[in-house]
């Protein structure tokens, strides 16, 4: 079975500072998600990743896969108050296995001035 | 572009009711997800639908059912709710031709729907 876990599960960022949410997941995988859901709302997709060494930047988000680690990393620079949010990475397991997602616990995201 | 829709976006229901949540894949995907998401954790895998066959189930409650249309879209039917099914359910759509673009495979999700069971 998948297991996925992301750490930390909560991260207090300073404005202006750099901060690395980590997700690690337990078996080969077909593709990688990074979400932000604000509360109450719906999943904004980040960044699909589907190869090894794979890196995608936006804004001041950048994430990248290493699939024979099984670690993905969702990286902020210089934070900011309006990227506080909860951040999911979510893992397709492949077509074999329906392509249903197995999502990380989340990472919870204050940005404090 | 057009997205996922759900409907209805918020649903307020009693114990022991029934519900009906409704999703609309993008146009020409013909795969269907739907995950619940329970307050403060994350969204948990439901069951599938490919060309209208159910193509997996996960944790999904004796209580639920679903199907996939002729026109894909898709409905999950719960029944009998209980205060703990409260949640936001998610829809999400993909295309499984892989041939056809590198993106197949890939999930879009839908605005989602907030049950309520009071």
């Known amino acids: 079975e998948l297991k996925v876990e992301q750490n930390p599960l909560f991260l207090s960022m300073q404005e202006g500072k750099n901060y690395t949410i980590y997700c690690n997941y337990s078996?080969?995988?077909?593709?990688l998600y990074w979400y932000r859901q604000d509360p109450g709302k719906s999943l904004e997709s980040l960044f699909v990743l589907l190869s090894n060494g794979a890196v995608k930047q936006e804004g001041r988000l950048m994430a990248s896969l290493d699939t024979k680690a099984r670690l993905s990393t969702l990286h902020i620079t210089a934070a900011v108050h309006d990227l506080s949010a909860t951040y999911f990475c979510?893992?397709?397991?492949?077509?074999?296995?329906?392509?249903?997602?197995?999502f990380g616990g989340g990472t919870r995201v204050l940005v404090k001035p | 572009a057009a997205g996922v829709i759900q409907s209805p976006r918020h649903l307020i229901k009693e114990k022991r009711e029934t519900a009906t949540l409704k999703c609309y894949p993008i146009?020409?995907?013909?795969?269907v997800y739907w995950y619940q998401q329970g307050p403060g954790q994350d969204p948990q895998f439901l069951i599938s639908?490919?060309?209208?066959?159910?193509?997996d189930k996960g944790s999904i409650p004796d209580r639920f059912s679903a199907q996939q249309f002729s026109d894909y879209h898709s409905e999950l039917n719960m029944s009998s709710l209980e205060l703990g099914d409260s949640a936001l359910y998610f829809c999400?759509?993909?295309?499984?031709?892989?041939?056809?673009?590198?993106?197949?495979?890939?999930?879009?999700f839908g605005p989602g729907t907030r049950l309520t069971v009071t």
């Open positions: 979510a893992v397709d397991e492949g077509r074999a296995a329906g392509n249903k997602l197995t």
């Open positions: 078996t080969t995988s077909d593709r």
């Open positions: 146009p020409r995907h013909d795969t």
């Open positions: 999400a759509s993909s295309s499984a031709d892989r041939g056809r673009s590198y993106r197949a495979g890939e999930q879009y």
């Open positions: 639908f490919y060309e209208k066959m159910q193509s």
